[in-house]
């Protein structure tokens, strides 16, 4: 059964840093437009970074700069590595894969509701 399965939450202070990674059982995987969201309790969940089949990244204004998005390909794996975090970053992070066709900054934003997602991973940035 295709899947995308994540790991990598945890508890830091504010500054610190996490990576994140998604592991993607999909045939096809390669080509699959993929990203991260987030939702914070009480709060809508946004998109925090998206890839294209091409390798191009996309960020929300809030992470960018701080954090950074890849794919290992031969590892069928997503990595979001996160770095000065900030007490607003704490949420519950999923990673979300699409067929290829799916515009990559339409899925940043939500424009589109994604084929697969995971279960999530708690980030908790303490002050």
């Known amino acids: 059964q295709a899947q995308v399965a994540e790991s990598g939450g945890g508890s830091v202070q504010a500054g610190g840093s996490l990576r994140l990674s998604c592991v993607a059982s999909?045939?096809?995987?390669?080509?699959?437009?993929m990203g991260w969201f987030r939702q914070a309790p009480g709060k809508e969940r946004e998109g925090v970074a998206s890839?294209?089949?091409?390798?191009?990244?996309y960020y929300a204004d809030s992470v960018k700069g701080r954090f950074t998005l890849s794919k290992d390909n031969a590892a069928n794996t997503l990595y979001l590595q996160m770095n000065s975090l900030r007490p607003e970053d704490t949420a519950m992070y999923y990673c979300?894969?699409?067929?290829?066709?799916?515009?990559?900054?339409?899925?940043?934003?939500?424009?589109?509701?994604?084929?697969?997602w995971g279960q999530g991973t708690q980030v908790i940035v303490s002050s």
């Open positions: 979300a894969a699409d067929n290829p066709f799916v515009d990559a900054r339409a899925f940043l934003d939500g424009l589109v509701d994604p084929d697969y």
């Open positions: 999909i045939h096809g995987y390669i080509s699959y437009t």
């Open positions: 890839i294209d089949s091409d390798g191009n990244t």
